[in-house]
């Protein structure tokens, strides 16, 4: 485990935050990784969702990798930046940072993950990406 203390992104705000409740422990006192994966698809799903200007869904994961413990008390912030984009595709790398001990904050990054979406149309069937500009 990395005891360095990092820093959030600059000039970025996080598609979400969330706290991590005792509901979500698992057998090793730490939040379950099921959960924290949960967490990702909702903030790549919601910078998806934005860029295809509708519904999307996830079609895959190509990876997933869990760099820290997350504990009870600590707020999560997950980044997403779209990083690739098909003709019905959106490939969006998720980055959580957990900030624990608010009276001596301290911020570790302890998820990334690589998620791909599929735009889709009124019928769920794939669909066209539209154009940045419209």
């Not at 949960?38 to 903030?43: E, G, M």
Request: aromatic share 8%; hydrophobic share 40%.
């Amino acid at each position: 485990m990395n005891d360095k203390n990092v820093t959030l992104p600059n000039n970025k705000q996080p598609a979400i935050r969330v706290a991590a409740y005792p509901k979500e422990l698992n057998p090793g006192g730490c939040i379950f990784g099921g959960w924290i994966m949960s967490q990702v698809d909702v903030a790549g799903a919601i910078t998806a969702y934005e860029r295809a200007k509708g519904l999307t869904a996830t079609v895959g994961v190509k990876s997933f990798e869990f760099h820290e413990p997350v504990f009870v008390g600590d707020v999560i912030s997950c980044y997403a930046d779209i990083i690739r984009t098909g003709r019905t595709s959106i490939t969006v790398k998720v980055e959580v940072y957990a900030e624990r001990n608010p009276i001596n904050k301290k911020i570790v990054k302890v998820t990334e993950a690589e998620l791909t979406y599929v735009a889709l149309d009124e019928n769920r069937r794939p669909r066209k990406l539209p154009n940045i500009d419209d």
